[in-house]
């Protein structure tokens, strides 16, 4: 009987330790998108620069930006679509308000992501135009 249990312990010891040595599965790089500058290039455009991290290391990330300016008011938005690679690729995107853009107000940026790997990733700031 007391063996019985000793080699039923000794049993369980050695599936879990080899459920310990296992390794993890690889995971997928994480979908990411940063603005790193946004400036009025001309009285109508603003020019918006940034990365993208796609999960995958081919396909395309979809960007989605817009930008709002409070005082005075002014809005727009701007899409593209940036070829995915393994890590960060920068991208540049100019939006354009028939408003205009005033130079050294604030303004008020969001971008989103997704890619053909169903990552996705938002991110939002504000900068001086």
Do not use: K
């Not at 690889?26 to 001309?42: C, G, N, W």
């Not at 918006?48 to 409070?70: F, I, K």
């Amino acid at each position: 009987m007391i063996e019985r249990a000793c080699r039923g312990a000794l049993t369980v010891a050695v599936l879990t330790t080899a459920g310990l040595a296992v390794a993890a599965p690889a995971r997928a790089a994480q979908a990411d998108i940063t603005v790193t500058s946004a400036s009025a290039v001309t009285v109508y455009q603003l020019q918006v620069n940034g990365t993208v991290t796609c999960t995958g290391s081919t396909g395309a990330a979809h960007l989605s930006v817009s930008a709002t300016q409070v005082l005075p008011f002014s809005f727009g938005t701007a899409s593209m679509d940036v070829p995915c690679a393994n890590g960060p690729v920068a991208w540049e995107i100019l939006i354009f308000s028939g408003f205009g853009w005033q130079s050294f107000h604030q303004v008020i940026v969001n971008a989103q992501m997704t890619d053909d790997v169903q990552g996705a990733d938002s991110t939002s700031g504000n900068w001086w135009a």
